[in-house]
């Protein structure tokens, strides 16, 4: 099947990775047809929901190019409500928007099916760039629900935080699907673990910080998820913890202003050795970092490596290893 795929522009590179994992993590493969930076038409060998997907701005079921809008089957449209709007991509030149909603909106009328600009139970979506366009049928749009879920707004919070979507990204990186056991050896106030608990995995979560695991067990419960164990401890007891190995382990390692830099890259690096011994071997470990230039041992493969900006002062690298 093909989809148009719109992929917000935080982050390009991670979305692209994204889109990627989750689909591979589903049982399919994807191609990718057609790239025009924020926007791929990508052919997979099967149905695809990227509703999980949290740098995923919308998706729609490839129509045809919309010189060609003719020729689609308008059967599945005919006595159903639709609307037609036009998504310009970035390249786009001036278009008058208005008039293109206007004619392929009066297209599908003549061919039987209803207008409501307001409640439609169809969407229909035209995607125009420089020199291309495309119809589609919408199947996803991003909710506002990561904006819901902001540390600030959680029971228990801290002044810094992942923001929910990045933390999302992270879990997908790792192939995280429902039932699958997912780890944060430092879970802090929990925003890594809330996230991969709203897919439905097992997840656990060590923190050495008895606030931060009550905390987290809070914010949990705030968010209706209950398939957990947290437990305050060291994170390179895990094993002796939880007596299993992990499907993915998902982290963003411990910093601080009074910490020193060399303390801190000496856990991240340590726990990267430790790491293999814990998780299913081909799985991945997904891990954000202040450091760039983390050392990586021998018998994990760095399969890719993100720059999140924070701010001027600051970035984030994410790294996606493989076991």
């Not at 600009?117 to 125009?128: A, F, G, T």
Request: charged share 30%; hydrophobic share 40%; glycine share 6%.
């Amino acid at each position: 099947m093909r989809y148009i795929v719109l992929l917000s522009g935080e982050n390009i590179p991670l979305a692209r990775e994204e889109v990627k994992s989750v689909i591979e993590a589903h049982g399919s493969n994807m191609e990718i047809v057609q790239d025009f930076t924020r926007l791929l038409v990508i052919d997979a060998d099967k149905k695809i929901d990227l509703s999980q997907c949290s740098m995923v701005t919308e998706a729609s079921r490839f129509l045809s190019d919309i010189d060609y809008v003719e020729s689609i089957d308008f059967a599945p449209y005919k006595n159903i409500p639709i609307n037609v709007r036009v998504i310009r991509h970035e390249s786009a030149k001036d278009i008058d928007s208005l008039a293109l909603e206007r004619r392929i909106g009066h297209l599908f009328y003549t061919k039987g099916a209803k207008i409501d600009l307001d409640c439609p139970e169809k969407r229909i979506r035209l995607y125009i760039g420089n020199g291309w366009s495309y119809a589609g049928e919408l199947a996803f749009l991003q909710p506002k629900e990561y904006s819901k879920r902001k540390a600030s707004l959680r029971p228990f919070h801290m002044p810094v935080s992942l923001d929910p979507k990045i933390a999302r990204a992270m879990v997908n990186l790792a192939g995280a699907k429902a039932g699958d056991s997912i780890l944060d050896p430092f879970a802090g106030t929990g925003g890594i673990l809330i996230e991969a608990g709203l897919l439905k995995c097992r997840i656990f979560g060590i923190d050495i910080d008895k606030k931060m695991v009550e905390g987290t067990i809070t914010n949990l419960k705030h968010y209706g998820i209950s398939n957990s164990m947290i437990k305050e401890g060291d994170a390179f007891d895990a094993r002796q913890m939880f007596g299993e190995s992990f499907d993915a382990i998902v982290t963003d390692f411990p910093y601080g202003r009074n910490t020193k830099d060399a303390d801190v890259r000496n856990i991240a690096e340590r726990f990267l050795e430790y790491a293999p011994s814990i998780i299913k071997k081909g799985k991945y470990i997904v891990a954000a970092s202040n450091f760039s230039d983390l050392k990586i041992p021998d018998n994990l493969k760095l399969k890719n490596l993100f720059e999140i900006y924070i701010h001027k002062s600051m970035s984030k690298w994410i790294y996606v290893l493989k076991a």
